[in-house]
C-alpha cells in the first residue's frame, strides 16, 4: 500500500519528471516548478514553458531510516538501509524535493549541519565530502526509478552531487 | 562517411570485487574478472542509457567548436518547449565548423539492451522526454542478444547512409543478471555508452567511422538464452561449447566482412582466400575489440585471428566493470580509443557476438577526436571511481535479502 | 462578532487502546467534558456540533461527524467532519466559534478525534504520509519526520543550533507529561537518551517525534451572554487566527518557519489586543521537537532564529517565566490528529481555571492554543482569556 498515484496522474507530470519542465512567468520573469496558474511573486497569469537546467545546490536535506521509508519505498529501504532527500535550490531559482543519490547516508549524517572551524572545508584540496555537510554542495539532475505502483515502474528526477566547478 | 561525433558512457558507481564472490560462494565463474558494476537498485538499464545519451548529447556541443552552447533544453527555451524542440537548419552543412547539435537535431535513435525493463513497451517516449529528442524521431529498439548493441549501430549507419536520416543516436545499455548462484549472474556487470553518428566528411569531429560490417549466423545456443517470461539467463556451463561458439561465430563474421571487401582474388577458391585474408587480419587491424562474457574470450578469439593478446587488452572492460552484455564490445571500443595506443587513422576490428549465434563485424577506422577522447578518458575515470561493497551490501542491492 | 466562551472541556486518555473502538473513545472525551460543568448537560441544549479528523485507518473515512454524535446522544443536529490533518481540531473549533460569533448557534460542540493504532505498521507508515503533497513530496521517499527533518537541518544550518537543543524540547515535554495522568508518555527522558535515540529522519531521531496516538477531546462552545447558564467561570475566546500556505515545503519561500502559523498569531493577537509577552501559557504544535522552536518565532515568544535560546533558560518549562506544553504537548501527551486541535484548547482551559493539577501554571491570565496541520500548509492560534 502506497501513496495512491494512478498511471494517469503520473503522465500528466511526465514532462516535470523526466525533463524537468518548469515556466517562466510573463509577468515578473520568475522561473516556477512544477509549473502553476498563478505566479507566487507577482499574481501574474501568463507563463511560457522554462526548461530547468537541473543543476543546483542541496537547500537542505534529511536522511530517512529505511524501517521508517513510506510503503512504497520499501523496496529501496530493503536494499539500501537509510536514502538521502534533499531540498535543491536549482539556478534558475525554484527549489524542488527529490532523493540524492550517491551519498553515503552515513557520511551524511555524520557532518556538521553549519560551518564551525574544527570542520572547514579547506577549498582547493580535493576535499573530504563526509566531513562536509551536505548543504551547499553542488548537483545535477539525474533519472532514476522512483518507485514501482500497479506494475508501472515510475522513473523520475533525483540529483547526484557532483564535483565544484 | 558514417562518422560518430560524439559519444557518453556510464557505469554504476558500485563494484563487487569477484573474490569477494568467490569468497562467498567458494567458486567464481568470470575468468578474469577482477570485479563488476553493479547497478544501484534504482538504476536499470534505461536509467543508465539516459546518463549515457546526455553525456553524448552535452559532448555535441563541445565537439561542434564556436556554437552556441546550448543544450537541447535552453533551445526550447525559446518557446517550443511543449512542441518539438527545433531542428537546427545548420545540420546539413556539418562538413562547416562551427555548427551547433542539439538533441532537437536527432531524427534517428537507435536503443539496444538485453536487459529492458519491460518485454513489451517502447522506451522511445521515455527517451524524447528525457533527452529533449523530438517525438517524431524514429526509434528502433534492439535487444534478442549481446549482439544487439552492434545491430543498433549498423542500422543507425544503415539509416544515414540511406540518406533518409540526418543525425543518429545509439545508445547501448545493459546489466544482465541472473540468480545468485547463476554463472551468468556472477559474471554479470553493467553498463551504458552512447553515440551520436552522422553522415559526413569533417574529419575534425570525428572520433571514429565505420567503413564496413558483416553478419554471420548459425544455429547455435552458445553462451546463454533467456526464455520469455523468465527473468534469469541460463547458461550450459559446457565450457568447450560456449567458447567454440563464440570463437566460430565471431570468425564467421569476421570472414564475411573480408569477402565482402573483395579479398577473393579471382581463380582462387572462395575458402583458400578467405584463410588467406583471414591470415593478414591481424597485421591490417591495429587491434581488436569483442563481445566480452568474460576477460577471456576476446583474447580467445583474438588468439585465433592472429592478434597478439597486447593488441586486444586495451578493448578489454570486462575485468574492470564485469559482463556489460550488449554494450560491452562498445564500451571496449571506447576504452581502446582512450588507451592512447591508437592515432587517427588506424583501424580497429569490431566484433560483436550474440547467443543463437550471430556476430557482427565492423571495421573501424580511428578519426582526429581520438586525441580528445585520450586525453579526458570518459570511460577509465569511471571505472577508477568505482566504490566496493561487500557480498551482504551486493546481495541486498540485488533485492536479494 | 459577538463573545464566545468556552464553558466546559475535556479529553479521554491519550495513547494506545486496542479494546477501544473509536466511539468509546469520543464518548470518554465527551463525558470527561460533561463532567467539567458544575451541573448535567442536556444533549439536546447543543445546536450542531463539528468533528475534527483525518480518518486515519480509513475506517469512517466519510460521515464519522453523525456516527459519533449521535453515539454520545446529541439531538438530530447539524453534525460536519472537519478536515485539516494534523489541525482539523483546531479548525474544528475555529468553526464552531464562527457558527456562534455569528449569532446562528448559541451553543455548539467542537471535538476532536483519532484513532490511529489500530493500523498494522505498514497501514500506519501509509496514512502518516497522506497530507504531505502527494505528487512531489511523497515521491521523493520524505515522510512526515522527514519533511520537519528538512526544515530542521536548514534551522540548524541558518542558525547555527546544536542538536542539543532539539533534544531538549523532548525532555523538558516529557518531564510535563510525567505529571499528566492523560498523557500518552508519563515519564521523564534524559537528554542523554534523547539525543542518543536511533534515527527517523536525520537529524530527528526517535525522541524529536510524537507518536501516534488514539485520543478524543472535546469542548463546549456558547456566547458569552449564555456562558454562566453552564459555568461560573467559562473561558473566553479573545482572539483567534488561521492561515495557509503552499502545502509542499518546495514551494515556500522560507522553511525555517511557518507562513501559516505567522499569520494566524498574528490575527489572533490583533483580535485580543495583547501582545505575545502577555502570555502566560501556551500549548503549541511540536509534532516534531523543531516544531515547537519554530512556534515560539512563529507566535512571537521569540525572534527569528533566537527561540531554541528559550530552551537554554527554561524559560518554556514549567516553572519558568512562559511555560508552554504544560500538557506535555504532542511529543508526550500524544498526537490523535484530530483530537489534538480540540485537546491544546482542553489544557489552557484547565489552566485558566488553575484546575490543572500538579502542571498547574500559577495566576496563569491568558492562554494560547498553536494547532498546525501537515507541515504548516493550515494553522490555527487562539488566545483565551479568563472572564472575570
Known sequence: MGAYISVPVWERTIAQRYGLKGQRCLGCGAVLFPPKVVCPECGGHSFEAASLSGRGRIYSFTVIAGGGAPPEFEWQANAVGSYVVGLVELEEGPRIIAQIVGVDPRAAMAAPLFEDSAFEDSGGSSGDKGKRSLIGLPVKAVIRKVYEQEGVIRYGYKFKVVSEV | MIQIISCGVYVPALRVGSSEIAKALGAYAGAGIKKKALPEVDEDAFTMAVEAAKEALLGMKTLGGSGDGSLPSARAGGGAVEGEPGRSATVAGTAGTGTSLGPGDIDYVAFASTSFPYEEKSFAGALAECLGIPKTAFVGEFGSSTRAGTEALISAASALASGAFRLALVVVSDCPGGGPRNPVEQAAGAGAVAFVLQSGENEDRCIFSLEGSSTWSKESLGI???????????????????????????????????????????????????????????????????????????????????????????????????????????????????????????????????????????RVRVGRGVDEISRQKPLRSLLDAGTDVDFVTYLRVRGWL | MRDVAIVAAGQSEFGEFP??????????????????????????????????????????????????????????????????????????????????????????????????????????????????????????????????????????????????????????????????????????????????????????????????????????????????????????????????????????????????????????????????????????????????????????????????????????????????????????????????????????????????????????RFGLTHNVGGSGGAATVFIFGIDA
Open chain 3, 19 to 364: 479494546q477501544k473502538s473509536i466511539k468509546e473513545i469520543f464518548a470518554e472525551a465527551f463525558d470527561d467534558m460533561k463532567s467539567s460543568l458544575a451541573g448535567a448537560l442536556d444533549p439536546s441544549v447543543i445546536e450542531a456540533a463539528y468533528v475534527g479528523t483525518l480518518g486515519v485507518g480509513g475506517f469512517q473515512l466519510g460521515q464519522p461527524g453523525p456516527l459519533l454524535a449521535k453515539h454520545v446522544g446529541l439531538g438530530n443536529i447539524p453534525v460536519t467532519r472537519v478536515e485539516n490533518a494534523c489541525a482539523s481540531g483546531g479548525f474544528a473549533l475555529l468553526s464552531a466559534v464562527l457558527a456562534v460569533g455569528s449569532g446562528q448557534y448559541d451553543v455548539v460542540l467542537a471535538a476532536g478525534v483519532e484513532k490511529m493504532r489500530d493500523t498494522s505498521a505498514m497501514q500506519g507508515r501509509y496514512w502518516l504520509g497522506v497530507s504531505g503533497d502527494t505528487e512531489y513530496e511523497r515521491l521523493a521517499g520524505l515522510t512526515f519526520a522527514g519533511i520537519y527533518a528538512v526544515m530542521a537541518s536548514r534551522y540548524m544550518h541558518d542558525y547555527h543550533v546544536p542538536k542539543k537543543y532539539l533534544s531538549m524540547v523532548a525532555v523538558k515535554n516529557h518531564s510535563h507529561g510525567a505529571l499528566n495522568p492523560k498523557a500518552h508518555f508519563q515519564r521523564k527522558i534524559t537528554l542523554e537518551q534523547a539525543m542518543g535515540a536511533a534515527n527517523v529522519a536525520y537529524p530527528l531521531n526517535l525522541f524529536d517525534c510524537s507518536p501516534t496516538s488514539d485520543g478524543a477531546a472535546a469542548v463546549l462552545v456558547t456566547s458569552l451572554e449564555r456562558a454562566r447558564e453552564f459555568t461560573p467561570s467559562p473561558v473566553k475566546v479573545l482572539g483567534f487566527g488561521a492561515g495557509t500556505d503552499y502545502l509542499a515545503i518546495h514551494e515556500r519561500r522560507s522553511i525555517t518557519g511557518l507562513e501559516a502559523a505567522r499569520i494566524a498569531a498574528t490575527k489572533a493577537f490583533a483580535m485580543a489586543g495583547i501582545s505575545p509577552s502577555d502570555i502566560d501559557v501556551a500549548e503549541v504544535h511540536d509534532c516534531f521537537t523543531i516544531a515547537e522552536i519554530m512556534a515560539y518565532e512563529d507566535i512571537g515568544f521569540a525572534g527569528r532564529g533566537e527561540g531554541w535560546k528559550l530552551l537554554e533558560a527554561g524559560e518554556t518549562t514549567l516553572g519558568g517565566r512562559m511555560p508552554v506544553n504544560p500538557s506535555g504537548g504532542l511529543k508526550a501527551k500524544g498526537h490523535p490528529l484530530g483530537a489534538t486541535g480540540i485537546a491544546q484548547a482542553v489544557e489552557i482551559f484547565n489552566q485558566l481555571r488553575g484546575k490543572a493539577g500538579k502542571r498547574q501554571v500559577a495566576g496563569a
Open chain 2, 224 to 362: 546463454r538464452s533467456r526464455r520469455t517470461g523468465f527473468t534469469e539467463a541460463s547458461d550450459l556451463g559446457i565450457a568447450r561449447h560456449s567458447r567454440d561458439a563464440f570463437v566460430g561465430t565471431c570468425v564467421g563474421a569476421v570472414r564475411a566482412l573480408l569477402e565482402k571487401e573483395r579479398r577473393v582474388g579471382r581463380g582462387e577458391s572462395e575458402e583458400k582466400a578467405c584463410e588467406a585474408a583471414l591470415s593478414s587480419v591481424g597485421s591490417e587491424f591495429r587491434g581488436l575489440v569483442a563481445t566480452q562474457p568474460d576477460a577471456r574470450l576476446p583474447l580467445d578469439l583474438g588468439r585465433t585471428l592472429g592478434f597478439q593478446d597486447e593488441r586486444v587488452l586495451p578493448g578489454i572492460v570486462a575485468s574492470d566493470m564485469g559482463d556489460a552484455g550488449a554494450a560491452s564490445c562498445l564500451l571496449g571500443l571506447l576504452a581502446y580509443l582512450e588507451s592512447g595506443s591508437v592515432k587517427p587513422g588506424d583501424l580497429l576490428l569490431l566484433v560483436s557476438y550474440g547467443s543463437g549465434a550471430i556476430a557482427d563485424a565492423l
